[in-house]
């Protein structure tokens, strides 16, 4: 199973606003839906409407996952969201319950390991691999276990009118040391997505692009991985919509079914219409484990349209697409 990814090298700070827009705390990572509104929103910039169909580019992303890489010519080491169904290991030494119960994010070896049925934890080594979030076979000089870190600043926020007084508040912004980043997979035609990145790169991703927080380099890469065939359980690495009422019961319809779910919509981000929310929706996060037959890579999931309509108000003149198609391993549980 071959993958196409991009990896984003950030060069200024980021803040990834959560579903409460509490400024005091940022997000780790980017979902799939946020990367690819942001890369729609580019493409609308560009003046290339024309080239999405309904808010399709093309090809179906991951959600965006850290990587560590120590220098430019180094090998990167990629993470994956440690699925949600698995086995925990039965400890009597609390710490060590402690540091499994922590881990979110997997290398490549471990997540091959528990996607053909593996138990993740089944040495002692594999405990003695933990590196506070993460579970990986690399330590020493070759992984800094803190390589994405964070800074809280005080901000003042000032009124537009000048009537209010100036209100204080706080912002934290994360950082990635050495050559590291996030990274994304991408499942389909590619070339509109490496136009809307070449411009998004400059525009910025996250909160407070214009005092140049979100800037980043990208490049691409390949990645393969050693998957089960004919399973009759899948996993997402997208946010994913369910494309029908039918579809998601028939998928929620099994012992070991496993998700959790986010709440999707904010603040719309085209001029004149900032001060106004998009609707809302619920997806499922990446992570999340369905019953589904998947023989190889799979698409499940639809885009919606999150324009609201506006009753006392000129009405919106584009759709505010969100993306909810998903894509799918098979998984041997």
């Not at 040391?177 to 070449?198: M, P, Q, R």
């Not at 996250?206 to 050693?226: A, C, K, S």
Request: with cysteine; hydrophobic share 35%; proline share 5%.
């Amino acid at each position: 199973m071959e993958f196409k990814i991009y990896k984003l090298h950030f060069t200024t700070p980021l803040h990834l606003g959560d579903a409460r827009d509490d400024y005091s705390i940022s997000l780790r990572s980017i979902s799939s839906d946020t990367m690819y509104a942001a890369l729609t929103s580019c493409m609308a910039k560009l003046g290339k409407e024309n080239d999405i169909k309904n808010g399709d580019l093309n090809c179906s992303i991951s959600s965006l996952f850290p990587f560590y890489q120590k220098s430019k010519n180094s090998t990167p080491i990629l993470f994956f969201p440690k699925p949600l169904m698995q086995k925990q290991p039965q400890l009597k030494d609390l710490t060590k319950a402690k540091m499994v119960k922590k881990v979110s994010w997997i290398d490549k070896k471990y997540f091959e390991k528990i996607i053909n049925g593996e138990d993740l934890f089944s040495s002692e080594s594999d405990i003695d691999n933990i590196n506070n979030d993460y579970l990986t076979t690399c330590y020493g000089d070759d992984f800094d276990s803190n390589f994405i870190f964070s800074q809280v600043s005080p901000r003042v926020s000032v009124s537009r009118n000048g009537e209010e007084d100036a209100k204080p508040f706080y912002m934290e912004r994360i950082f990635f040391k050495d050559y590291s980043g996030l990274y994304f997979i991408v499942h389909g035609d590619t070339s509109i997505i490496e136009n809307a990145l070449d411009l998004l790169q400059t525009e910025g991703i996250g909160t407070d692009r214009n005092v140049g927080n979100g800037f980043f380099e990208y490049e691409n890469d390949h990645i393969e991985l050693t998957a089960p065939e004919n399973q009759s359980y899948c996993m997402s690495l997208s946010s994913y919509i369910p494309e029908s009422k039918e579809q998601l019961e028939a998928m929620l319809n099994g012992e070991n079914v496993t998700y959790d779910i986010v709440r999707i919509g904010g603040w719309i981000t085209t001029p004149p219409y900032n001060s106004i929310r998009k609707n809302v929706i619920y997806a499922f996060t990446a992570g999340s484990i369905f019953f589904k037959k998947v023989e190889d890579i799979a698409i499940y999931g639809k885009i919606v349209d999150l324009k609201p309509e506006l009753p006392f108000e000129k009405q919106i003149e584009h759709p505010v697409w969100r993306y909810g198609k998903s894509i799918f391993i098979p998984v041997k549980l």
